[in-house]
DNA sequence: CGGGATCCGTCTTGATACTG
DNA sequence: CAGTATCAAGACGGATCCCG
């Protein structure tokens, strides 16, 4: 879908279900490791979770930096790309509340 | 994926590659009617446009009318829970704009 | 003729079992 | 416990068909 449109171009990158919930769960409730993300009560499968982690570290959102050697074990960070997806996110928030009845602020509680 | 999280929400409802689309069609292009969306450079497939319409419209997002009976017609338009994805979406134009390169404001030009 | 339904091959998803 | 393999089910994309 190569056009030069900035909404398509984002969509390419985060225009899947899954992706801008790992980067919420990132910027609101501070994960970075692989287990706290399939906690989440949307229950990622671990295909995708481990898909979509690829995926957006290749494109630049987050960077996975080791934390273990043995077994080796890394955590994965928003980068400034990834976080500054934040304004988007908050505007979703704000539609969704004022839109969709029974939704939550802030997005995740503990569950 | 059902859960208070109003993230997830919205991306029920609008978290495939193309509704998005159709939402700055209409706001942006004023495009109301089928061939005007198929004909926007991303070449939506008629069946996923179809689709989309029918799925937006069962949502609450757009609203058909019609304008011709004879072969009938109708014509989309954004409701206001439609229209007020705006900020949305000019979230992701600021953040492509920043963060991928090649895109251009405003999102379509006519190509 | 143009909206949109149908068909069909392909790719993606989601659940879950499995491995190191 | 992080990540992969497997596989069924569904979504997608393209072509074509149908109908007013």
Redesign the pocket.
């Known amino acids: 879908m190569r056009s030069p449109c900035p909404i398509c171009a984002a969509l390419d990158l985060v225009g899947?279900?899954?992706s801008l919930l790992i980067v919420r769960d990132m910027i609101w409730l501070g994960k970075t490791?692989?287990?706290q993300f399939?906690d989440s009560p949307e229950?990622i499968?671990?295909?995708?979770l481990?898909?979509r982690?690829k995926r957006m570290e290749r494109f630049g959102l987050i960077q996975s930096k080791p934390y273990q050697d043995n077994?080796p074990?890394?955590e994965y960070h928003l980068t400034d790309k990834g976080l500054e997806l934040r304004p988007v996110l908050i505007e979703m928030i704000h539609w969704a509340n004022k839109h969709i009845p029974g939704t939550i602020t802030p997005p995740v509680p503990i569950d």
């Open positions: 899947d279900k899954w490791r692989y287990n399939t229950h499968p671990t295909n995708i481990a898909d982690l077994p074990r890394h």
